[in-house]
């Protein structure tokens, strides 16, 4: 069974600091980690990937993915009130289809 | 702007009618993807197609089914609507290799 979990929230910073978002998945064979921006009313907006152990920067967000421990998160730095969204961490294993979460409610507060 | 466009943007139905919903995908992907959005949850994969041919399943009744055509658009049918297939419909392209889709705007489907 494959099973993307993320805590949905809702989760509450202020304006400049950093949020941490996190998501764990169940099967270890899985290959590619994906996190999507998702604002109220609109369709998911892909973020950022990452297919490696480790960090990926690009430039406010930074993914970490650890295989061993099958989890993935995301931070955003420097948090602005336009990043209060849900965020949704999509996971694909081999084959077509991608798995998602149920998402995290971030709310920023000026 | 994923260059993925959709129609209709919103639609309501009433329970035991069918509906076709429509996509164009990015330029230069030929692998769409649909998925179900209900309220609250994440995007559930509902089937992909390939080179006109379905290349995966998700966990949906048959009366859920899809065409993808030469220029690698797309249509979603759904038949004999039930209340609780309200969701947001959203169709995804991707490269042959699948490994990253972009979504569409979405289909808001409301059964009544």
């Known amino acids: 069974q494959k099973e993307v979990e993320q805590n949905s929230g809702p989760l509450s910073v202020p304006e400049g600091a950093i949020a941490s978002l996190n998501c764990t998945y169940s099967?270890?064979?899985?290959?590619?980690f994906f996190w999507y921006r998702q604002y109220s009313g609109k369709s998911p907006e892909l973020i950022m990937s990452?297919?490696?152990?480790g960090d990926k920067e690009d430039g406010r967000f930074t993914a970490q993915l650890n295989k061993a421990s099958q989890y993935v998160s995301l931070l955003i730095r420097d948090s602005q009130p336009s990043d209060s969204a849900t965020y949704l961490c999509?996971?694909?294993?081999?084959?077509?289809?991608?798995?998602f979460g149920t998402g995290t409610s971030l709310t920023v507060i000026p | 702007e994923t260059g993925v466009t959709q129609s209709p943007t919103h639609l309501i139905k009433t329970r035991g009618q069918q509906v076709t919903l429509r996509c164009s995908s990015q330029?230069?992907?030929?692998?769409v993807s649909w998925y179900q959005q209900a309220l609250g949850q994440g995007p559930q994969f509902i089937f992909q197609?390939?080179?006109?041919?379905?290349?995966g399943r998700g966990n949906f009744p048959p009366r859920f089914s899809g065409l993808q055509f030469p220029n690698y658009s797309s249509e979603l049918n759904v038949n004999a609507l039930e209340l609780d297939d309200s969701a947001l419909y959203l169709c995804?392209?991707?490269?042959?290799?699948?490994?990253?889709?972009?979504f569409g705007e979405g289909s808001w489907l409301t059964v009544v």
């Open positions: 099967d270890r064979g899985s290959q590619s």
């Open positions: 999509a996971v694909k294993w081999a084959g077509n289809q991608f798995y």
């Open positions: 330029s230069g992907h030929n692998t």
């Open positions: 995804a392209s991707s490269l042959t290799d699948g490994n990253t889709i972009y």
């Open positions: 990452i297919y490696s152990n």
């Open positions: 197609y390939y080179r006109e041919e379905e290349n």
